[in-house]
Structures are given as C-alpha cells and as structure tokens.
C-alpha cells in the first residue's frame, strides 16, 4: 500500500487529501492488469513476466509459443507433443502474482501452458462437503462458488487474484494454528496433474492422486515442476460466520503475545510497525450463524487507485530515497497507517466487533473488478503507470525461536528509530500464523509467516535508506533463526541452499524424478532452487542491492554511493551494504 506524499506542510490537508482520494477510488472503476503473456505474433515468439512486471534478477523470459487448452483432453495432447519432441514447458496463470522467475523456461523455444481457459467448477459433492475445479479457477470463483452452495474453504490467501493452480504450486497460505492450519493445499483430497509420459504412454500421462497416494504430498506444492495440475478436488466445510476486531498495543511484549495469540483466537494475524513501536492484534473467530451482521472485508491496499495519485506517491518516495529524507518517511508512514487504522483496513466498520459469512471476510482485491478505463485508475502495483514498485521478503520462522527473532528486529529499530519507516509505508510486518504441513515443501513446523514489503529502485545500482538494516533482518532471519521462504515471493538470496532445510526434500525430488524424468517442467532457476545445480546467487556489480548475493566485496553493493560491504549490528554473520559515515 503506497503513502501519500507530503503536498502540503499540513498535516490536516494531507489527511483530507487522502480522505478525498479514498472517496474517488470508491467511485471509478478499475483498469483490468495486463497479460502477463505477450507475443509478437499470434502466440508465437513470446515473453512471460508476472504482475509486477519484474523478476528479482531484472531478466527477460522469452518462449518460443503458448498454449490455451481448454480440457484436460487438450492439455494432455499439448503435453504430449512438447514432449515427444523434448521441449521444454512451463506453466503459466491468468495473472501470474509470483514474484520469482517460476515461469520461465529455458531459452527462448520454450512452449508457455497457460491455464487462463481451465477455469471451470466441474462438480460440488454435498454429502462429502467438496469441491473440485479446474487449476484455473480463481480463489475468488472457488470462494463465491463454495458459499453458493453453502460450503467455505476454511483458510485462504488474502489475496483473492490467485489461481488454484498457483497458489498450490507455491504453498500459499491465510493464517491459523487451528485444524490443518491456514496452506490452502492441506485441504487438498484430490489432484489430476498431466505430466510427461514414455511413448509406449503416448508422451503424456494423467496422474490421479487422493489422500492415500505419498505421491500427493509432493503434488500439494511442488513449483510447477512436476507438470501441469488439470483438476483439483477440495475438503470444505459448512458456511461459518466470524467476528473481527483489531486492537492497537505497544510492541513491547510482541515477542511473548506473537507464541500465544494465535492459539486464541482462530484467524488471528498482526500488523507490526516496528518503528512506530506499534502493533495491530486481528481478533478473529468463529460465531454462531444466526448471530446478526453482514460485514465485508474490502482490505484498502488491494483496491483500485487513480493512477494519478499512483505517480504523486512514487515520486515523493522516489525523492524521499534520493535526498535521504528519514524524517518524511516515519511522517508519511505514521498518517498512512493511522488513516487505515482509522478506516478498519477496509471493513465495513460501524463499530468493533464486524460480524459477517466466511466468504465475505476472508479474501479481497476489487481493483480486479474492472473495465477498460485507459489507466486512468489501477491496481496499485501495475507495470504499465508509474506506481508501486517492491521487493519483498517473505518467510517463515518457527514458534520455538520467533520470540528471540522479533526481539533482534527491535534491537535494530532501537539503534535507530527511523530505520524502519520505509516498509511501514507498505503496512509494516505482516504477520501471519501457518502449521506444519505433511507436504514435503510445505511448512516443517508451526511458525509465524514475516511479509515484509519495501521499496525498490528502477535503478538496479541504486541503494535503499537503511540499505543495512533490511538486509540484516532477511540474513538474520535465514542463517540464525533457519527461515523457510515462501515459494511465491522473495529475492534469490533466500532461496539459497533452502533444500538442506526441508527434511522431505529427497522424497520429492524422487516424485520429480519419476513424473517428470526429463526435466521438460524444470528450468535452470528451479534446479537451483532444489539443489540440483549450483545456487541461486549471482555474483556480479552491486548483487547485493538487489537480494542476488550477500555481500563479500565492496564491489557487491554500491562503493561509488558510499555503500560499502560491512558486518552487522547485531548478527555477526551477516554481510551487509552499509553507507560509511552516515546514519543511515
């Protein structure tokens, strides 16, 4: 979620600026993102990127083709003739909302399989409370389609611009400690997955997997590696109600609130805005259903903004980095956070507590919602204007150290308050519960998931204010406290030698070995990845700025800036691109 700049010295103008800017965006519409396929000719000699428009290396993915089936009966034959003829394949979604290069294949004669058009709802069996679809069904349609019936999936990303088959491949999540936890694929019971075949099998082969095939747990979230996902059946449960209530503390005692507020309250999550010594607590349970309220969540950052105010915001954060201006920061971070605690992040909100059905609660992004408008409003991270441009650090640490965790976080922020001001602009440190999983690259424990968004330069050899500090935390928190990432998100640094920390991860190299013996779903990136070639990091000129390395030369993060390859405050190990004789 962007700030607002500063256009006037008043405080009260700039939070009637944003009040009135608010009222504009409820009012227009939204333009639709744009593919995140493009061919120069009819689908031929194409490029893929994702949502934002920009992998964490910068690098351009290239295609020879994409394909569009339609059924599971064209998926298969475009499989089999990719493979008969050893071509390499990778899929791709309607929106493609993951940030690393997972749909990027080798080359540039690679064959794109894009789920866009397998986005039916085949069957809802009532009796069995399930559901199956087709992997291109959004969670928006499964959620809606659930309640129709009066079915809910119990957890869900936030998120709702997922497909099925995305947000299975990279293990995305909602947050609970309670039942199987929040990973939608937990509630998997069924997966079609079409993957290359001998051929004596015709060169593809429809693999079918319930609860009792091992096979599933490697299926549930596997990169897309192991072939494309054609159909997926879910456990639901009978449509619930919840009540929600956020609740503004100190962040004194986080660390000790973080193990056990979870174990609460069933939905729980907390926004931390580390230096503003602040944290939001989500009280967020089940009620019975006949208790009164129709409330929805209509979270603010996901909604659709003009994108003339888009452009205002990146330029007075733009300036901001340029000029060092900490102060303006924490000034814009703190009326930024206040005006959506003001505004209940987007709940209808006559009063605490807001009372709805599951499905209007629990996942959002109405800037989705849209007709053609020529860019005049936008999802606030659209490629095609000037507006939000990030990275983000998101992983997983274990209850049984995540306390020590967040207090070396506040150990940082105590060194210098305003180190931290920049992600509070993005809504500060998401933080969300997820459970261990039987999945073999799902989660190995019961953990807090940190999101954390900031900002991110055109400019590649560009620092960051507080460079150091983020880069401190995302080290700390991988090489002291065994951090596991999450698979749709981060920068190359913390997928590094991520294999040794998953103690399945040989089980489900053997399930891609054996769905797909020849690689034809694997890239250079996702053998890296798995431990199969050498690591993700890239060593070159000013790698660290961008998460591609850590640092052990000057030359790694921007010495000609006065950012030169230090050690951290407080974590040792750490390696990081400190500006010399400043503050920040």
């Known amino acids: 979620m962007p700030a607002i700049p500063m256009l006037f010295s008043n405080k009260f103008n700039v939070l009637l600026l944003w009040k009135c800017l608010c009222l504009l965006v409820v009012l227009v519409g939204c333009n639709p993102p744009g593919e995140p396929v493009k061919c120069s000719t009819k689908d031929s000699n194409c490029t893929v990127t994702n949502s934002y428009g920009m992998f964490p290396d910068r690098a351009i993915c290239r295609a020879g083709n994409v394909a569009y089936p339609t059924s599971e009966q064209e998926l298969v034959s475009i499989v089999s003739a990719a493979t008969k003829s050893k071509r390499k394949m990778k899929v791709v979604t309607h929106f493609s909302h993951s940030i690393p290069k997972l749909v990027c294949p080798d080359g540039q004669d690679g064959l794109l399989v894009s789920t866009k058009n397998l986005n039916r709802v085949l069957k809802t069996n009532t009796e069995a409370m399930t559901m199956t679809v087709e ?333 150091d500090v983020l880069e401190e935390i995302e080290q700390m928190a991988l090489f002291k406290y065994n951090a596991l990432p999450h698979w749709g998100k981060n920068r190359n640094l913390l997928f590094d030698g991520v294999m040794k920390r998953y103690k399945n991860g040989g089980e489900f190299l053997k399930v891609k070995n054996k769905y797909d013996p020849w690689g034809l779903f694997s890239s250079e990136w996702t053998d890296q990845v798995l431990g199969l070639r050498n690591g993700v990091t890239i060593l070159k000129e000013g790698c660290a700025l961008e998460g591609l390395c850590v640092c052990s030369q000057d030359v790694h993060c921007a010495p000609s800036k006065g950012y030169l390859c230090k050690f951290g405050k407080i974590f040792s190990d750490a390696r990081v691109c400190a500006r010399v004789n400043t503050k920040t």
């Not at 082969?205 to 054609?230: C, M, P, Q, T, Y």
């Not at 190995?444 to 991110?456: S, V």
């Open 135 to 467: 992997s291109g069904v959004t969670l928006r349609q499964l959620i809606t389609e659930a309640a129709k019936a009066g079915f809910a999936l119990p957890y869900a990303p936030y998120w709702w611009g997922l497909t099925i088959g995305g947000l299975l491949g990279t293990g995305a999540h909602g947050s609970s400690l309670w039942g199987k936890g929040s990973s939608v694929h937990d509630y998997v019971v069924e997966m079609r997955i079409v993957s290359p075949a001998k051929a004596e099998d015709g060169y593809a082969k429809v693999w079918v997997l319930n609860e009792r095939d091992k096979d599933l747990d490697a299926a549930k979230v596997s990169l897309g590696v192991l072939g494309v996902i054609s159909q997926v059946t879910f456990k639901l449960q009978p449509l619930f109600k919840r009540s929600i209530t956020y609740v503004r503390k100190d962040d004194t005692d986080l660390g000790d609130e973080a193990v056990t507020f979870g174990k609460l309250h069933e939905f729980a999550d907390i926004f931390w805005y580390p230096s503003q010594r602040k944290a939001i607590y989500r009280i967020d349970d089940r009620v019975p259903i006949n208790v009164s309220g129709n409330g929805v969540y209509n979270f603010t950052p996901f909604r659709s903004t003009l994108s003339l105010v888009l452009a205002l915001v990146r330029s007075s954060e733009e300036t901001q980095e340029s000029s060092g201006d900490a102060e303006g920061k924490c000034l814009n971070a703190k009326l930024m956070t206040s005006t959506l605690q003001s505004s209940a992040y987007g709940l209808t909100n006559n009063g605490y507590p807001v009372i709805g059905f599951h499905d209007r609660l629990q996942s959002s992004g109405t800037c989705l919602d849209s007709l053609e408008d020529s860019l005049i409003t936008a999802c606030p991270w659209d490629p095609r204007i000037k507006g939000e441009f990030f990275h983000q650090t998101t992983f997983s640490i274990g209850l049984s150290v995540v306390k020590s965790f967040i207090q070396d976080v506040q150990k940082l922020v105590s060194m210098d308050p305003k180190s931290l001001c920049g992600l509070e602009l993005y809504n500060g440190i998401l933080m969300r519960y997820v459970k261990a999983s039987t999945a073999y690259l799902g989660k190995q424990e019961d953990a807090i998931d940190f999101d954390i968004t900031y900002y991110r330069s055109k400019d590649p050899m560009a620092p960051r204010l507080y460079q």
